[in-house]
DNA sequence: ACCTGAACACCGTTCAAGT
DNA sequence: ACCTGAACACCGTTCAAGT
């Protein structure tokens, strides 16, 4: 293609077929939430949509674009509540609706973890969640380091501690530490059943939230104290 | 070293080019420092240790059971610090190492993100980590909740805040937050410097970190006014 | 007991051509 | 302007054979 454009950007022809580059990208995203990142090939794509596989490279340059443009497409679609009350509702309410989003889409997370995204959508998050950090009373380079944490927690529960987790995966984990030798992990022999409870369920990111909020306030506690 | 090996385990046997399962999956690890996860393949694999590609298979199952054991190599090497002073710096010790230890192997973290791994050397980190909640105060549930909050945001900051941020993802962030349209995004146009800075280094984790041990600290204090 | 090349069923993508 | 099959350079893995 001589014509240039913005990089990254899909062209954005009507196809024969009613083919778009925003129906690619959403046809790939229900795709991933089915049958998950490793199922996802150019060629059943183009199969899922009837067409044929090089069709596709007409609305991105490859594969990577196309996984660009769905994860951009999520946060094109996240909501981001209106701020209401104080900074620590605001955040709990934002960050909330982020995990629940990304819990639904495991497989965008995945693809989160590889690549940056900076653009305009998905910088209403952290848009929003500064300014919470902000009224509460943090300067910038405060709010920035705490919005940080924030988010790359929300993310790492979205990942490694799934709201609902799969029985079997609970079955293999209380095994994993009954077949631990008691007198080298006594603790973990003593809180078996609590580790297996904590490894998955949406009560787990929120409790983690709740810690991390505390940890702010207490930081503006000491500072009016002081 | 263990005896006794679960199912999925490597053979060991001990073979003509002093091949081995150990001196595999550490080629492997080796590997995927230097060139990442996507160019990991059983054949280029193969050339570097100079044996046939089918050979790996006498010695794994197929890809997955040597990534695996990529993964189990490195939880095996990591060192747990003795448990010294009060719970707080025991917490901050062991984690700034896990933490250290998985911002030098991006690929294994982004492996860990795929496959939940369980096993004994695994659990090394748990059982200290633990051990330092119980001692701290909490109960069972308490510390195994506070677990997954310290251990997730470890591994988020490893994922998404790399501790050495190349100069080149930090020019391109500043682009895009300069090119937001500061009516929409005030907080993001007013605090652009801080946003870039907090993007990556090792402080913004040791922030994070501190800010939940803050949490816990605020949660012992209520217990000991209530 | 250990190692291996050939072959198979897949990939993503280039190219030249079809409407 | 839009779509596509054939072909190429890769994958992981099965199989049958080599030492």
Redesign the interface.
Request: hydrophobic letters at 50%; zero cysteines; a negative charge.
């Given at each position: 293609m001589t014509t240039t454009r913005q990089a990254g950007t899909a062209r954005r022809p009507r196809g024969r077929h009613g083919l778009d580059a925003e129906r690619i990208a959403a046809t790939a995203a229900d795709f991933l939430d089915r049958h998950g990142l490793e199922a996802l090939t150019m060629r059943r794509l183009a199969e899922e949509l009837g067409v044929g596989t090089m069709t596709l490279y007409g609305y991105f340059r490859d594969k990577d674009e196309l996984l660009d443009a769905v994860v951009e497409r999520h946060a094109r679609r996240l909501r981001i509540p209106a701020p209401e009350g104080p900074w620590r509702e605001r955040l709990r309410v934002l960050l909330h609706g982020l995990h629940h989003d990304l819990a639904r889409h495991p497989s965008a997370v995945?693809l989160r973890?590889?690549r940056?995204i900076?653009?305009?959508a998905a910088?209403r998050v952290?848009?929003a969640g500064?300014?919470a950090l902000?009224d509460a009373g943090f300067d910038?380079?405060e709010?920035?380091?705490?919005?940080?944490?924030l988010?790359?927690?929300t993310?790492?529960?979205a990942?490694?501690?799934p709201s609902t987790l799969p029985a079997e995966?609970r079955r293999?984990?209380r095994a994993?530490?009954a077949?631990?030798?008691a007198d080298?992990?006594?603790?973990?022999a003593?809180?078996a059943?609590?580790?297996v409870?904590?490894?998955g369920g949406a009560e787990?990111f929120e409790?983690?939230l709740?810690?991390?909020?505390?940890?702010?306030?207490?930081?503006l506690d000491a500072r009016g104290a002081g």
């Open positions: 995945h973890a590889s940056p900076m653009s305009p910088m952290g848009e500064m300014r902000r910038a380079a709010a920035a380091s705490a919005w940080r944490a988010f790359n927690l993310f790492a529960f990942v490694f501690t995966a293999g984990a994993a530490l077949a631990l030798p080298e992990y006594p603790t973990l003593e809180t059943q609590a580790m409870d904590a490894l787990q409790n983690g709740e810690l991390l909020l505390d940890g702010l306030q207490a930081r």
